[in-house]
């Protein structure tokens, strides 16, 4: 069974800041993997997706890295704001649809 | 407006209570999921579509039952809640591998 482990759980940063945000799961099979944002009492929006023949994918202020191999992936958030404040879930996606887990999210703070 | 829309947004019920929550994406998606979120645990697959009328278990299909008569409706239905049922759970559509989900349902069971 696939376990995805997100480190730190929580982080407190200065507005402004460049930050990296840690994923790593088990099983290398995998198929994709998806970055999500959730605020509170909200539902997750899907933020980057990575194919497993990709090694990296942008968008805007964000990049998200994938070494499969190693199972592991990375969050960089540039320049950070008070509005990144959210957390932020991975997902590996394995070759069955039923088969994407998620990690427990990183809660990260943007400090203005 | 276009999305994915979930209700009721909060429920209270009590154990052994019949409940459903509803789920209605405007997209046509072809795959829905329902997942629960608990603290400790993170994001469960409790139920998945991939089409009208097919539908299957996902990690904790216990309790659960589901039905897809139409693509764009996928209710979810707690035959007789227990307190191990409290929750929020999210219903979630599928274009191009890319999940879009719901604001979600809080349910607390008494």
């Known amino acids: 069974k696939q376990e995805v482990t997100q480190i730190p759980a929580a982080l407190s940063v200065p507005e402004g800041e460049n930050l990296v945000l840690n994923c790593s799961f088990t099983?290398?099979?995998?198929?994709?993997l998806q970055w999500f944002r959730q605020d509170p009492g909200k539902g997750l929006t899907s933020l980057l997706l990575i194919q497993s023949s990709q090694r990296e994918q942008t968008s805007g202020r964000l990049n998200a890295s994938l070494d499969k191999s190693s199972g592991r992936s990375t969050l960089y958030i540039a320049a950070s704001q008070p509005g990144d404040s959210a957390t932020y879930l991975c997902a590996p996606q394995g070759y069955n649809n039923n088969d994407m887990r998620f990690g427990a999210g990183t809660r990260l703070t943007v400090k203005p | 407006d276009a999305g994915i829309t979930q209700s009721p947004r909060y429920k209270i019920t009590e154990t052994g209570r019949q409940v459903t929550l509803m789920c209605h994406q405007t997209w046509s998606h072809s795959y829905m999921f329902w997942y629960r979120q608990d603290l400790g645990h993170g994001l469960r697959l409790i139920y998945y579509s991939a089409a009208a009328d097919i539908t299957d278990k996902g990690e904790v299909p216990d309790g659960y039952v589901v039905s897809r008569s139409k693509t764009e409706n996928f209710p979810l239905t707690l035959e007789s809640a227990t307190r191990s049922q409290t929750s929020v759970y999210f219903c979630?559509?599928?274009?191009?591998?890319?999940?879009?989900f719901g604001s979600g349902t809080q349910l607390s069971v008494l």
């Open positions: 099983d290398s099979a995998i198929y994709n």
């Open positions: 979630a559509s599928s274009e191009s591998e890319r999940l879009f």
